[in-house]
Structures are given as structure tokens and as C-alpha cells.
């Protein structure tokens, strides 16, 4: 491991991903003069609260499934936003741009006890104790192993201490079970931090006009029977309670949040526009980067290998300067594959104009030199098509030894040239 592979695996720092949105340009929530800690409790306090939280649940799990099946989700993007801020709306997108096809694990839905509904319906938030024991026995399920969402968690400050101390046992169990047949079980965790941000008349607008929909949609279904309920919320009919909802997720949800931009990959969704401008953020916020998911002993044996994105920056100028010099130094012999080309592939080309793909097999001896051989594909590509060219190597029969009946045989080349472009599109009556 490189010196800067170990120092991504220690420096947390590292792990922080630049905003390309600033969140300062939004109206973000108001920060109190004199901020209360959540639940009135010091931090040094609510660390030990999480740590007992935490080590019970961890130690109910290893008692139930053994330390060689707690096996999390690689890669977990964990989702939170504003009530209203289009967390349901945009999962699915999400799920799609990291290539997951799990169901999102919505920490709401996990917490559907009739005890835990008397307390959202108030707009209040269900014990960090019983949050954790479920979500962490939820992750062990094998269809989440590769990566998955989670949605509304973490929102207090015992769940970020928590999701950080989850994060030390994996890789404590990554460590474990290096070199073992196991190790591929336990592989380098991956945590995003997804924030879909919008301002708190929005929220409430938004929140309210779900309630009309839902309201809407159940009186149909008890009409007609078609379709299926949706879960009707009470604070979703209620503007003051909608407000609520809001300064809960500003107090405590919005703060355990931002406590985690130093330590996970932390990305910023300006999420007050319309779903396309919603869905572009999200995805430029996404884009992959290897230095931060792969392995770091992974990375090392990569990473020289030059990334496409940047070989591209300057492939225009450089095939430039290759025909050029092709007409400076190899006069000639640019010319004769002009006149290949001319003769015996343009009048192919022209025949496959709407299919838009052309192949040419030809044992041209010209295209033995090396150097023609480029210069034909670099001529095509300047021209604006596609080509590769695949050599077909052929043994025919040359002669034969009448006294010992062994057939000498030489090695004839085909040439297989494919040309791609586009086809012209025809148009077809009724």
C-alpha cells in the first residue's frame, strides 16, 4: 500500500467529497444563539449513552448470528432531507445512478409498532434504542450485501455516534478476516451521506399537498376498491404539526447530519427545483470515483492503468498532430492508403449509408506496415466514424512432401475492417 492509500485508511478527512453546491447559497436553518444540546444532554454524555446503545445491540447480535455472519452492506447511502424534500420521490432514482436493486430500507416503515405511530403522529421521533436494534439486524439481510439505502436515519446525534461506531466494527471485521476465505465478505465499507435540502415553506407546502393526494387517493379506493391505500399521515393535514415535523429534522436531524461531512463522502442536494433539476444534482454529485470506494490495496494495483476521461481531454489535438505528421514524414505511403481507401472502401461505405455499419475483409498488402494500418484507422476517425480492425490469421495449404505426406502450410492475413457511424434514419408512411 502506497503512502497515500495508508493515509486515506486514517485521515477521515480524506474521505470528504467537494460540493459542487453550496449549501450557503440556500436559507439554511436558523442556528440558536444559544444551542441546547438534543434531549438537554451534554456531547460527552450522549456518546456514553450511544456506546451503551450501541455494544448491547452489538453483543445481541453476535450472540444471535456469530461475528463471522455480521456481514453489512458494502456501500450505504444513508438518505435524509426535510420532510417534503422528495426522499421517496428520488430513491428510486438514486437505487438506479449506484446500480442497486434492494428496496430502500425506510427506518419509518421498520418502526411500524403501534407505540412507535403514537409518536410520529405527534411529531416526534421513536427511541434511539429501538431504532438501532432493528436497523442494525435489518443490514444483515443478504439482498442489501452489495449496497443500500437508508432513509431517515441517522436524526439524532446517538445515531451518528452510533453509525460511526458501526462503521469501526466493520472495518474492525474487515481486519479480522483479511487473508481468510472470508475476506471478500468483509470488504471496505462505503458510506455516503445524502442530504436532500429544501426551505421550510416548502417543506410544509409540500407536505400538506401530499396529504391532499393521499386523502384523495383513499377515498377512491374505498369507492371503487382499485388501486391500493397509501399511508395517510396525521401531520400531513395539519400545518402546525407540518412545522413541527420541520423544526424537528432543523434541531436534531439537520445537526447529526453536518457532524458527519468531516468523516463520510457528504453531498449536498439542492432539492427545491423540479425532479429533472433534482435528478441532475444527484447524479453530479454521484459520479463514481475509485479512490474512494475501491480498496485501498484494490486502488494500488489500478491505478496506473490512465482513466478514459482523461485520456479523452486531449485525443482531438493528438490525432491532429498524427495526421500531420503522417503528411509531413510518410508522405507516400499516406497517400497509397488514401488511394486503398478511396478504391476499395469508400464504395463499401457508401452501399451500408443507412444501416450506418460497414465491414470490409481485405488481405491488402499494404496493410501489413504497421504504420498504414494507423493511419488508416486515424484517417476514419477524423472523418467521424468508428473503426477497429481485427487481423484474421488463416493457414492454407502450400505444399506437400510426396514421401512423408506432411502439409506445409502459410499463414495467410485478413484484414477486418468495421466501420461504425451514423445510419440515415427513413422515413416510413402510414
Known amino acids: 500500500m502506497n503512502a497515500a492509500a495508508r493515509q486515506m485508511t486514517t485521515d477521515p478527512s480524506l474521505y470528504v467529497k467537494p460540493m459542487p453546491t453550496d449549501p450557503l447559497t440556500l436559507p439554511l436553518p436558523a442556528e440558536d444563539p444559544t444551542p441546547v444540546p438534543p434531549n438537554g444532554k451534554d456531547g460527552d454524555l450522549e456518546i456514553k449513552d450511544s456506546m451503551l446503545i450501541f455494544n448491547d445491540v452489538w453483543t445481541k447480535l453476535e450472540a444471535k448470528f456469530g461475528q463471522e455472519n455480521l456481514r453489512f452492506p458494502k456501500e450505504i447511502i444513508l438518505l435524509g432531507g426535510a420532510p417534503g424534500a422528495g426522499k421517496g420521490t428520488n430513491t428510486e432514482f438514486i437505487l438506479k445512478a449506484r446500480g442497486l436493486t434492494c428496496p430502500p430500507i425506510v427506518v419509518s416503515e421498520l418502526l411500524d409498532t403501534e407505540e412507535a405511530r403514537k409518536i410520529k403522529d405527534a411529531g416526534m421521533m421513536v427511541e434511539d434504542r429501538e431504532v438501532i436494534g432493528i436497523l442494525l439486524k435489518e443490514l444483515l439481510k443478504p439482498e442489501y450485501r452489495d449496497g443500500c439505502i437508508l432513509d431517515g436515519f441517522p436524526r439524532t446525534q446517538v445515531q451518528v455516534e452510533s453509525l460511526k461506531l458501526l462503521v469501526s466494527k466493520m472495518q474492525a471485521l474487515r481486519q479480522e478476516f483479511a487473508g481468510t476465505p472470508l ?41 371503487t376498491g382499485d388501486g391500493e391505500l397509501m399511508e395517510d399521515r396525521v401531520t400531513d393535514h395539519d400545518p402546525e404539526l407540518a412545522r413541527r415535523r420541520y423544526r424537528v429534522f432543523k434541531e436534531k436531524t439537520w445537526d447529526a447530519l453536518q457532524s458527519l461531512k468531516s468523516i463520510f463522502h457528504y453531498h449536498f442536494i439542492n432539492a427545491q427545483g423540479d425532479v429533472n433539476e433534482v435528478e441532475e444534482n444527484i447524479v453530479s454529485e454521484l459520479r463514481y470515483q475509485s479512490l474512494l470506494e475501491l480498496d485501498p490495496a484494490t486502488h494500488d494495483r489500478l491505478h496506473h492503468i490512465p482513466v478514459a476521461s482523461e485520456l479523452i481531454v486531449h485525443a482531438r489535438q493528438e490525432l491532429v498532430k498524427r495526421l500531420d505528421s503522417y503528411q509531413f514524414e510518410h508522405s507516400e505511403l499516406l497517400a497509397d492508403v488514401v488511394s486503398f481507401i478511396d478504391r476499395k472502401v469508400v464504395p463499401i461505405v457508401r452501399r451500408h449509408a443507412i444501416s450506418g455499419v460497414a465491414q470490409v475483409n481485405t488481405e491488402e498488402p499494404l496493410l501489413h506496415d504497421s504504420e498504414a494500418l494507423a493511419m488508416l484507422i486515424d484517417i476514419f476517425s477524423e472523418r467521424g466514424y468508428h473503426a477497429v480492425v481485427d487481423i484474421h490469421r488463416i493457414e492454407v495449404p502450400d505444399s506437400v512432401d510426396l514421401k512423408t505426406g506432411k502439409i506445409t502450410c502459410r499463414v495467410k492475413k485478413v484484414f477486418r475492417l468495421t466501420l461504425r457511424f451514423k445510419g440515415s434514419e427513413i422515413r416510413r408512411g402510414n
Open 183 to 223: 475476506s471478500i465478505q468483509f470488504r471496505q465499507p462505503t458510506v455516503h451521506i445524502m442530504v436532500l435540502f429544501v426551505e421550510e415553506r416548502v417543506s410544509v407546502e409540500r407536505q400538506l399537498k401530499r396529504g391532499e393526494i393521499t386523502r384523495a387517493n383513499n377515498v377512491e379506493f374505498e369507492r
